[in-house]
Structure formats: structure tokens, C-alpha cells
């Protein structure tokens, strides 16, 4: 599938470029989901209550665990949130 970055998820990870061991999963997820023929292929896929094009994962690292927001327009996958905490996530992925 095809994927891209917004910009809110290119400044959300950038706040987190300290942590190496979350920009090696990111980085194996995107290649995961580049492969990936559908969004069932993927694993850990989550949808969000009350949306129809939104979903998230988690990446756990030793010291936290990421929520990752994503939406499906048109065949193209948005990777659009990042975020540690879990309240400030679903605040701001709409």
C-alpha cells in the first residue's frame, strides 16, 4: 500500500528522536506497511470507536509505549499522530 507522512506526525516524532529504539520500530513498521496489500495484512491494527477511517497501533519500547494514528483515504495510508501519552493522543487525532 501506499503510505504518507503528515506534517503533525513528522513534529510529533521529531520530539521523540531521542529515543532510538522507537525510530528502529517506526521505521520497520513503515517498511511493514509499504509491503502490505491491505490494511488487514497488518498487525496490531486497532480501529477507533465512532470513525470510519481511523486506526492506531502500539510500538513498546523498553521505557514507554507509543500510540501511533493512521487513517485510510482512498488506498493511501496517513500516518498522522504520534504520542506517549495516551489522553493527548486521542485529544488531538481527529
Request: net charge positive.
Amino acid at each position: 500500500m501506499e503510505y504518507e507522512l503528515t506534517k503533525g506526525f513528522i513534529k510529533d516524532a521529531r520530539k521523540y528522536k531521542h529515543d532510538h529504539e522507537l525510530s528502529a520500530l517506526l521505521e520497520a513498521r513503515i517498511k511493514e506497511t509499504a509491503k502490505a496489500a491491505t490494511l488487514e495484512n497488518l498487525s496490531g491494527i486497532v480501529p477507533i470507536r465512532g470513525r470510519d477511517t481511523h486506526y492506531r497501533f502500539k510500538l513498546k519500547t523498553r521505557n514507554a509505549t507509543y500510540r501511533i494514528g493512521i487513517k485510510l483515504l482512498s488506498n493511501i495510508i496517513w500516518f498522522a499522530r504520534l504520542d506517549k501519552d495516551k489522553r493527548r493522543f486521542y485529544k488531538r487525532f481527529k
